[in-house]
């Protein structure tokens, strides 16, 4: 059973990088169907995908935080890391990495996140 | 404003049926993507409850239903229990803004 742990500071200051770090275990690649998301929830508010990166390192990104949001993979680790650049207040939230699994149907793609780590709180202020 | 809208709060007896509707629209729902949906208990993660629409991964009680229809989804829970009592959340791709996004949660209360 694949396991998901979320790490890094809880406290980043105004204007500097929100660094996570996301560990898996329990699992093993199993190719094509495997993506690796952040998720990230503001308090008392609804989820929020903040982007994927694929098996082969390709990524994507909500385009709200494009430019400002960098995901990368260590295979040789079994790690995904979040970085998040020029933060603000509207960036306190609950931050959830989560295995992605996309499916197609209908000519269409679809994911769906499954499972999802703890989370980690991280606040953003002075 | 969300691009899934669902009710922000419904509740039941014990026992009781209740439905959680998820309205979308032609760039998410309508355009034909899947629904999938997660419960969220106080202080923890989501954990998918139903995938395409209406799947339930293994060790979900079958009193969890999930439908599609048109531009909307709704998810239905028979035998209302008490544990039950939780924030859940449609989940669907929108084309409009390239990304999964997810509905504004609805709490459901176990009266």
């Known amino acids: 059973q694949l396991h998901l742990q979320e790490s890094g500071p809880g406290l980043v200051k105004p204007s500097e990088t929100l660094s996570l770090t996301c560990t898996f275990s329990?699992?093993?690649?199993?190719?094509?169907?495997?993506?690796w998301a952040w998720i990230r929830q503001p308090p008392g508010k609804r989820p929020e995908w903040i982007g994927d990166?694929?098996?082969?390192?390709?990524?994507y990104y909500n385009p709200s935080l494009k430019g400002r949001v960098s995901i990368s993979l260590d295979r040789s680790r079994s790690q995904f890391s979040l970085k998040l650049d020029s933060v603000t207040a509207a960036d306190t939230a609950i931050y959830y990495c989560?295995?992605?699994?996309?499916?197609?149907?209908?000519?269409?793609?679809?994911?769906?996140?499954?499972?999802w780590g703890p989370g980690i709180l991280v606040t953003v202020s002075s | 404003q969300s691009v899934l809208t669902q009710p922000p709060s419904v509740s039941g007896a014990p026992g009781q049926r209740v439905t959680i509707s998820c309205t979308g629209s032609s760039s998410n729902i309508g355009a034909g993507y899947d629904v999938h949906w997660y419960q969220q208990l106080p202080g923890t993660a989501p954990k998918l409850l139903i995938s395409g629409n209406i799947n339930r991964p293994s060790g979900v009680p079958d009193r969890f239903s999930g439908s599609r229809s048109g531009t909307s989804a709704s998810l239905a829970i028979t035998g209302l229990q008490p544990e039950d009592e939780a924030d859940y959340y449609c989940q669907s791709y929108d084309t409009s803004l390239s990304g999964s996004v997810f509905g504004g949660g609805t709490k459901l209360t176990v009266l």
């Open positions: 989560a295995r992605e699994f996309i499916y197609d149907n209908n000519a269409m793609t679809h994911s769906w996140f499954d499972p």
């Open positions: 329990g699992d093993s690649f199993t190719g094509a169907s495997d993506y």
């Open positions: 990166v694929y098996y082969t390192g390709m990524s």
